[in-house]
């Protein structure tokens, strides 16, 4: 998939729709997924980053204690490692300090795994692993 980088209104950190738009990133089933005859329950690191991203919005947008530091600490160490786990090799024109982003909006352009198919097999996993009786997954406590 082809990702061309562009500057947006959504995703912000303290608009009225940012909160709606970041927990719309959240996977289904809470990002476990269980696999195997034994329905061993994994998460996948792509939730867990997106999970980090949604936590630093939060505490920059002042939603955080003295708890959450350490997890803060953890995102941060988490999400650098990600990046230098799956470095993105695309060159970017080097001027994105100096930029004005609201004439130049829109930026490289990246080749990516398909996010879209991801969401689409965590569904069908939750949704093939979790009994009709149980709350609707999305929002049901996954037990281990």
């Not at 997924?33 to 867990?48: I, Q, T």
């Not at 996010?115 to 996993?125: G, L, P, Q, T």
Request: hydrophobic residues 30%; charged residues 30%.
């Amino acid at each position: 998939v082809l990702l061309t980088t562009e500057e947006s209104r959504h995703y912000g950190i303290s608009g009225l729709d940012d909160r709606e738009e970041w927990a719309s990133s959240a996977a289904y089933g809470f990002g476990y997924l269980r696999l195997g005859e034994e329905k061993r329950r994994f998460a996948l690191s792509m939730w867990h980053q997106l999970h980090c991203l949604r936590t630093i919005r939060l505490a920059m947008e002042g939603h955080h204690d003295a708890g959450m530091r350490g997890h803060m600490q953890h995102c941060l160490t988490y999400l650098r490692q990600m990046i230098l786990c799956n470095p993105d090799l695309t060159l970017e024109p080097p001027d994105m300090l100096t930029r004005n982003y609201e004439i130049k909006r829109v930026g490289a352009t990246h080749v990516c795994k398909d996010w879209s198919k991801v969401y689409e097999e965590m569904e069908r996993n939750v949704n093939a692993t979790t009994s009709r009786n149980s709350e609707r997954p999305s929002t049901a406590k996954v037990e281990d």
